[in-house]
């Protein structure tokens, strides 16, 4: 055994645990003995990155001589952990919050003191450079008393890729409890102990997956007021805190790293508010370089704030000094992090209360909240049906009649819960933005969960819109019309993530089909109307007030009319059609990217010639991937999305007895009305 004072382990092998594992082998005197985590494959997986050992529980890791434990899981399982880790005889490092329940808290204060042991948690941005820096700014006198302070903190979450929901996106007071913390320990060292905090909070859509995505909190302290914002609209992201006092005001951006200051001065006001203007624009051109030269240098690397915290915790343990962050003053922060996220909880649940599900459904339909998935929801609700909605948010305002049941299609106990009891299953959810994480999660996984619902409940029929992108473009010029014979894509990850997620999920229902799944394939062509714009990329892009388009503008376009594809969804539930078939849904218009500028008053377009643009994509894949990044432009893509081809009907008379109904001319009329 190591005679190192001090052995570090780890419990929880989520991010968080990279830069506690990086604190620790920073620090000459403290050795890390190995880290522990419920699920063994992301332990493996961890371990395998960082080279360290894996222990199957907290008692092994304890008897292979760690006596200070960083306890890293979700908050409400730090108690319990923390807990047993001071009857163990370890010393304690918890990450923020400490506990979701302050009594908990309080407990494992008077069980450290009696155990004799040092406890800590992780309020990193009270040694974060910037913060230390402005903090002594503040000590030194020179902006006088402190009266106020705000903090606007933007954040985003890492992509969904399904599974299990994470924390922040199952739990609806979860983002307060995990940013807004950070807020309330530094106001309160700002301007003393809290004595109130009154928050609201709001669902805007910047995360869909967040049951609320904007919070905005005022806290009465004892030495003033402070306010802070949550953002997860905003852009672009932001981290600022500005401090008011009597003789000065301080602006700190964590993100850029710089601070700018205006001071209050015996000069006349314009000529203070001239100086001040000066140095507050002056101070980031200094700051930002040094700033960037830093963080080069490495100096200062990613969780700074952390780091220090860490090394300061094992310097003082060392000098038989009390933690700069107590357990009691987090306990104290923690209970007013509680009373807000608790509300936010109960008002959330009180929500989904409002939308229960019924035994029994004859349609359910995902992705309801989209242009497509909505127009068939809308359809089967004016036909008199009984209809259940998948959507990802509690709706605004919800059709009359209509069963909602929210979550994400990622989840598979969301997707579970929400085809149970349902007869027909129309999938027409999909992830249709971001990378291939969000792309995974939506569409891969999410129709993945659909099928194994659909399996474990025994649903009639499973509607699966699939996609035209699934087919080999490239492949496919000189072979004539496009029908459901073309070859699939051999190259779906140059395509782009909506391509490989749709071809992979088609896959999953074309097999699952195969085994005795009752379902029918639908692959809509080039949608619009119902919200869905008809001049997009496919077609022409805006620039300088003129459509720009790629390539000659002859390409022919597949188009299909939104209410008829709802046609055609509803004909394929009318002929029960299950043994996995395969219907394209075009209409067979045969109009061009100039034709539809010109149907839709878009004037006269400028064309790019082909050449041009192929060659712009093959340069476009140099420097990107010299960073090993593809390339959005890159020329397989190009080739693919301007491949000369024609569009067939397909099978669909044949098996649906479907002819669009409204038509492509008649749909560019209707959407130039809307419009």
């Given at each position: 055994?190591?005679?190192?004072?001090?052995?570090?382990?780890?419990?929880?092998?989520?991010?968080?645990?990279?830069?506690?594992?990086?604190?620790?082998?920073?620090l000459?005197?403290?050795?890390?003995?190995?880290?522990?985590?419920?699920?063994?494959?992301?332990?493996?997986?961890?371990?395998?990155?960082?080279?360290?050992?894996?222990?199957p529980s907290?008692?092994?890791?304890?008897?292979?001589?760690?006596?200070?434990?960083?306890?890293?899981?979700?908050?409400s399982?730090?108690?319990?952990?923390?807990?047993?880790?001071?009857?163990?005889?370890?010393?304690?490092?918890?990450?923020?919050?400490?506990?979701?329940?302050?009594?908990?808290?309080?407990?494992?204060?008077?069980?450290?003191?009696?155990?004799?042991?040092?406890?800590?948690?992780?309020?990193?941005?009270?040694?974060?450079?910037?913060v230390?820096?402005?903090?002594?700014?503040?000590?030194?006198?020179?902006?006088?008393?402190?009266?106020s302070?705000?903090?606007?903190?933007?954040?985003?979450?890492?992509?969904?890729?399904?599974?299990?929901?994470?924390?922040?996106?199952?739990?609806?007071g979860?983002?307060?409890?995990?940013?807004?913390?950070?807020?309330?320990?530094?106001i309160?060292?700002?301007?003393?102990?809290?004595?109130g905090?009154?928050?609201?909070?709001?669902?805007?859509?910047?995360d869909?997956?967040?049951?609320?995505?904007?919070?905005?909190?005022?806290?009465?302290?004892?030495?003033?007021?402070?306010?802070?914002?949550?953002?997860?609209?905003?852009?672009?992201?932001?981290?600022q805190?500005?401090?008011?006092?009597?003789?000065?005001?301080?602006?700190?951006?964590?993100?850029?790293?710089?601070?700018?200051?205006?001071?209050?001065?015996?000069?006349?006001?314009?000529a203070?508010?001239?100086?001040?203007?000066?140095?507050?624009?002056?101070?980031?051109?200094?700051?930002?370089?040094?700033?960037?030269?830093?963080?080069?240098?490495k100096?200062?690397?990613?969780?700074?704030?952390?780091?220090?915290?860490?090394?300061?915790?094992?310097?003082?343990?060392?000098?038989?000094?009390p933690?700069?962050?107590?357990?009691?003053?987090?306990?104290?922060?923690?209970?007013?992090?509680?009373?807000?996220?608790?509300?936010?909880?109960?008002?959330?649940?009180?929500?989904?209360?409002?939308?229960?599900?019924?035994?029994?459904?004859?349609?359910?339909?995902?992705?309801?909240?989209?242009?497509?998935?909505?127009?068939v929801?809308?359809?089967?609700?004016?036909?008199?049906?009984?209809?259940?909605?998948?959507?990802?948010?509690?709706?605004?305002?919800?059709?009359?009649?209509?069963?909602?049941?929210?979550?994400?299609?990622?989840?598979?106990?969301?997707?579970?819960?929400?085809?149970?009891?349902?007869?027909t299953?129309?999938?027409?959810?999909?992830?249709m933005?971001?990378?291939?994480?969000?792309?995974l999660?939506?569409?891969v996984?999410?129709t993945?969960n659909?099928?194994?619902?659909?399996?474990?409940?025994?649903?009639?029929?499973?509607?699966h819109?699939?996609?035209?992108?699934?087919?080999?473009?490239?492949?496919?010029?000189?072979?004539?019309?496009?029908?459901?014979?073309?070859?699939?894509?051999?190259?779906?990850?140059?395509?782009?993530?909506?391509?490989?997620?749709?071809?992979?999920?088609?896959?999953?229902?074309?097999?699952?089909?195969a085994?005795?799944?009752?379902c029918?394939?639908?692959?809509?062509?080039?949608?619009?109307?119902?919200?869905?714009p008809l001049?997009?990329?496919?077609?022409?892009?805006?620039?300088?007030?003129?459509?720009?388009?790629?390539g000659?503008g002859?390409?022919?376009?597949?188009?299909?009319?939104?209410?008829?594809?709802?046609?055609a969804?509803?004909?394929?539930?009318?002929?029960?059609l299950?043994?996995?078939?395969?219907?394209?849904?075009?209409?067979?218009?045969?109009?061009?990217?100039?034709?539809?500028?010109?149907?839709?008053?878009?004037?006269?377009?400028?064309?790019?010639?082909?050449?041009v643009?192929?060659?712009?994509?093959?340069?476009?894949?140099?420097?990107?991937g010299?960073?090993?990044?593809?390339?959005?432009i890159?020329?397989?893509?190009?080739?693919?999305?301007?491949?000369?081809?024609?569009?067939?009907?397909?099978?669909?008379?044949?098996?649906?007895?479907?002819?669009?109904?409204?038509?492509?001319?008649?749909?560019?009329?209707?959407?130039?009305?809307?419009?």
């Amino acid at each position: 055994m190591s005679q190192a004072k001090f052995r570090a382990g780890m419990i929880g092998a989520g991010n968080i645990c990279e830069f506690h594992v990086a604190a620790v082998r920073a620090l000459p005197d403290v050795e890390l003995v190995g880290v522990v985590d419920l699920d063994p494959a992301r332990a493996a997986a961890f371990a395998a990155k960082h080279q360290v050992t894996v222990y199957p529980s907290l008692a092994a890791l304890v008897a292979a001589g760690a006596n200070v434990i960083h306890v890293l899981t979700p908050p409400s399982s730090h108690g319990a952990i923390a807990k047993a880790a001071l009857e163990a005889g370890c010393h304690v490092v918890l990450e923020k919050p400490v506990t979701e329940d302050p009594a908990e808290g309080r407990a494992l204060v008077a069980l450290a003191k009696a155990k004799g042991k040092t406890i800590t948690v992780d309020h990193s941005l009270l040694f974060d450079p910037q913060v230390v820096r402005a903090l002594d700014a503040v000590r030194s006198g020179s902006l006088g008393q402190i009266v106020s302070v705000d903090i606007l903190r933007g954040s985003e979450y890492p992509p969904y890729q399904g599974g299990p929901l994470p924390p922040h996106y199952r739990d609806a007071g979860y983002p307060f409890r995990d940013i807004g913390v950070h807020c309330l320990y530094l106001i309160r060292e700002l301007l003393g102990p809290i004595e109130g905090v009154e928050a609201t909070w709001r669902s805007l859509g910047g995360d869909p997956n967040l049951a609320f995505d904007e919070w905005r909190a005022v806290v009465r302290c004892q030495r003033g007021l402070g306010e802070f914002q949550l953002s997860w609209n905003v852009k672009p992201m932001q981290s600022q805190i500005i401090i008011h006092g009597t003789k000065g005001v301080l602006r700190v951006d964590l993100f850029a790293m710089f601070q700018g200051k205006r001071a209050s001065t015996p000069l006349p006001k314009a000529a203070e508010r001239l100086i001040n203007a000066f140095t507050d624009s002056l101070q980031p051109l200094i700051d930002v370089p040094i700033g960037v030269y830093k963080f080069v240098t490495k100096e200062v690397q990613s969780y700074q704030g952390l780091r220090n915290l860490i090394a300061d915790f094992y310097r003082r343990l060392a000098a038989g000094e009390p933690p700069a962050v107590s357990l009691e003053d987090a306990v104290e922060v923690v209970a007013w992090v509680e009373q807000v996220a608790r509300a936010a909880d109960a008002e959330h649940a009180a929500a989904l209360a409002r939308f229960p599900l019924s035994a029994k459904v004859p349609f359910l339909v995902t992705g309801a909240s989209g242009a497509l998935g909505g127009a068939v929801l809308r359809r089967l609700v004016a036909d008199g049906k009984r209809v259940r909605a998948m959507v990802r948010r509690i709706p605004g305002n919800p059709i009359a009649g209509v069963e909602y049941a929210i979550g994400n299609l990622g989840d598979p106990a969301a997707v579970d819960r929400a085809v149970k009891g349902a007869e027909t299953v129309i999938h027409a959810g999909a992830a249709m933005k971001g990378g291939w994480p969000e792309h995974l999660g939506g569409t891969v996984v999410g129709t993945q969960n659909v099928i194994d619902a659909c399996k474990k409940h025994a649903v009639t029929q499973l509607v699966h819109i699939s996609s035209m992108s699934v087919i080999d473009w490239a492949g496919s010029v000189g072979k004539g019309a496009i029908d459901e014979s073309a070859a699939l894509e051999p190259r779906a990850e140059e395509r782009g993530a909506y391509t490989r997620a749709k071809l992979e999920a088609e896959r999953a229902v074309s097999a699952a089909a195969a085994a005795g799944l009752p379902c029918v394939i639908l692959r809509p062509g080039q949608i619009f109307g119902g919200g869905i714009p008809l001049v997009n990329g496919a077609v022409a892009r805006r620039a300088g007030g003129r459509w720009l388009i790629l390539g000659d503008g002859q390409l022919e376009l597949p188009l299909v009319y939104i209410d008829d594809v709802v046609d055609a969804i509803l004909a394929a539930v009318g002929k029960r059609l299950v043994k996995g078939e395969i219907i394209q849904l075009i209409d067979g218009a045969a109009l061009t990217q100039k034709d539809v500028l010109e149907l839709t008053g878009g004037g006269k377009p400028i064309t790019v010639p082909r050449a041009v643009v192929f060659g712009l994509g093959k340069l476009s894949e140099l420097p990107l991937g010299a960073l090993g990044k593809p390339s959005p432009i890159a020329l397989y893509r190009l080739r693919s999305a301007l491949a000369r081809l024609s569009w067939g009907t397909g099978k669909a008379e044949q098996l649906l007895g479907w002819k669009p109904r409204v038509g492509v001319h008649e749909g560019i009329r209707r959407a130039q009305e809307r419009h």
